[in-house]
């Protein structure tokens, strides 16, 4: 196809859905098939990047979309006109915290400058008036509704090329006299997905708890969606599920998600922030507790401070995993970080990676010097008492054995029903989007 006569265009836009009602992606889905009347060519598959998901006031999935496209020049304003009008009517404006915002950006390549906000974006918080300006440094046009937050996220889509790792995702739609009833998909068809086409699609089902996790249960038109390392990969997946169900459109999208691309190494704990998901090193300095509703939390220190950790009872096997840790173990922990009122900051556990372990010991009652029995205590301050004899030891105290230890060095995950959308599961790993592993990956795919 010759692009002769044509422009360039980056599409960005976000925050368009509401808890109630939409979805972004699916007005991207809706805006392809739009443009496709237009003639254009799309330069890249749509991108769905997933922002920093410690934003106080980040959407449901944070996600913000973004379509690449050559169009023929003479269209352009037609064509600016049509897609800021399938937002606008697709997009739940009368809903508060509903804030969407559209960025064109008419250039061949982004700017670098651009890719470096999106990464802040993802990592950090990025402001509107800092976003405003790199609008107008480069040129583009930004359309804003509400308090126009969602031009953060628009400009943030546009700025992320995947220039490291990434994923690809298939999402199906409802039809729309479906939406807001019980998701209609043959259970076990999603569960032989998954075993036959491991490890290059992930996140399927949740094998702890025996449920399928790529439907989502709200009101929301998508139906289900699949999570892959190739097109290739989703589209075979796509075909293996039995759906029960009419699908009104699907369409695959490049994406951030499953890549750890959120998380930020500090080099002290001293540098761990509010908002921010971080690897944080140090060694374990306050025994785990379990609090209300089976939480465990925990403390590392360093030279520099002291956070707190917190494994929550939806994290699974990682929570067990907490349980497990004790004082000088030294460990590696990955998550958000949060802050509450009153009290320290806290990294809300995604992962933990232990690297080395201290030795356990337990108390136990002394023995019996005349016959050998286990003493037993007789209370605080009383001293021991052997039930065999009858002998009392009043100045004898317990000593500390060393136990084994059943918890192992190692990188611990939590469960996959509580994984974010950017967190990078264990079946990803050894698979990043380098040039040799993806040759390596599609060689053994087509064998």
Request: proline content about 5%; hydrophobic content about 35%; charged content about 25%.
């Amino acid at each position: 196809m010759s692009l002769t006569n044509y422009d360039r265009m980056h599409i960005g836009f976000d925050d368009t859905d509401s808890t109630r009602q939409g979805c972004t992606t699916y007005i991207a889905a809706l805006l392809v098939a739009e443009l496709e009347k237009f003639k254009v060519h799309f330069l890249d598959y749509p991108s769905l990047v997933r922002l920093n998901p410690n934003v106080p006031w980040k959407t449901r999935g944070n996600g913000a979309l973004c379509l690449r496209i050559a169009y023929p020049k003479h269209t352009e304003e037609q064509l600016k006109e049509k897609i800021i009008d399938l937002i606008e009517e697709n997009s739940d404006l009368n809903w508060k915290g509903t804030d969407p915002g559209i960025v064109f950006l008419k250039r061949v390549n982004v700017p670098p400058e651009l890719t470096t906000f999106a990464k802040r974006a993802t990592t950090s918080i990025v402001t509107l008036k800092e976003t405003l300006r790199l609008i107008r440094k480069f040129h583009a046009e930004a359309l804003g509704y509400n308090t126009q937050r969602g031009i953060i996220g628009a400009l943030a889509a546009i700025g992320e090329t995947f220039l490291g790792d990434y994923t690809y995702e298939l999402i199906t739609y409802r039809v729309s006299e479906n939406r807001g009833t019980k998701r209609q998909v043959d259970i076990p068809s999603i569960f032989q997905m998954d075993q036959a086409l491991q490890p290059y699609t992930f996140n399927n089902v949740d094998y702890e708890k025996k449920r399928v996790i790529i439907t989502p249960r709200g009101p929301d038109p998508i139906l289900f969606g699949i999570r892959g390392e190739t097109p290739e990969i989703v589209k075979k997946a796509f075909s293996m599920v039995k759906v029960l169900e009419p699908v009104e459109r699907w369409m695959i999208f490049r994406t951030n998600q499953g890549t750890d691309m959120h998380l930020t190494r500090v080099g002290a704990l001293k540098e761990v922030q509010p908002y921010h998901s971080v690897v944080a090193k140090g060694v374990v300095s306050r025994s785990p507790m379990v609090v209300p509703v089976r939480h465990v939390v925990f403390s590392i220190k360093d030279d520099t401070g002291e956070v707190d950790c917190a494994a929550y009872e939806p994290t699974g096997d990682l929570r067990k995993v907490a349980r497990q840790l004790v004082v000088g173990d030294v460990v590696e922990v990955y998550g958000a970080v949060r802050k509450a009122a009153g009290k320290p900051l806290t990294v809300n556990l995604e992962k933990i990676h232990v690297l080395q372990l201290a030795q356990k010991f337990l108390p136990q009652n002394p023995t019996c010097t005349k016959c050998g029995k286990r003493l037993k205590s007789m209370g605080k301050r009383q001293g021991f008492r052997c039930e065999k004899c009858g002998s009392r030891y009043n100045g004898a105290v317990k000593t500390e054995i060393a136990v084994t230890r059943s918890l192992n060095v190692g990188l611990y995950v939590t469960s996959t029903r509580s994984q974010r959308h950017l967190t990078k599961p264990l079946r990803r790993y050894g698979l990043e989007k380098t040039c040799e592993t993806m040759q390596n990956m599609i060689a053994q795919w087509h064998s």
